[in-house]
């Protein structure tokens, strides 16, 4: 069955110039692009979207890297998106991700590891919801 999913270009892929790339990996995996937009965050946005891991201690590191250049949040749909995107994306580490996966290909580094995705249906309806109007995702 058809589902969205939402995924954002971080601002280590957008810096290195690997955003078009990125997005045609995900168009080459038969995901539709339902809406896309180019911004940049504040620690304060960025530290709300990722409010999930505020106890973790990376926390301040994942908010100050979110926030300081631009990035390609969208919103994606295909059957089962949610965990396809995900295995396209590979492991969180991309040393530890497969070949051929977007992680393995462009990211460098835990922490700068180039694609996020929803891990699951009610933290994409969240994610889609902080970036996107409902007039966006006709
Ligand atoms: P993402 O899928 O965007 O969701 C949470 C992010 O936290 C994750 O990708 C990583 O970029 C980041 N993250 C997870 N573990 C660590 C870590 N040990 N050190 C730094 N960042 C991390």
Redesign the pocket.
Known sequence: MSQRTFS?I?PDAVKKGYAAAILAEIEKAGFKLVAIKKIGLTKTQAEGF?HV?AA?P?FG??TEFMSSGTIFPMVIEKDNAIADLRTLMGA?DPAKADEGTIRKKFASS??E?AI??SDAEDTAAFEIGYFFAGLELK
């Open positions: 954002i971080k990722y891991h973790r990376f590191e994942l969180t835990i922490g590891n996020h995705g």
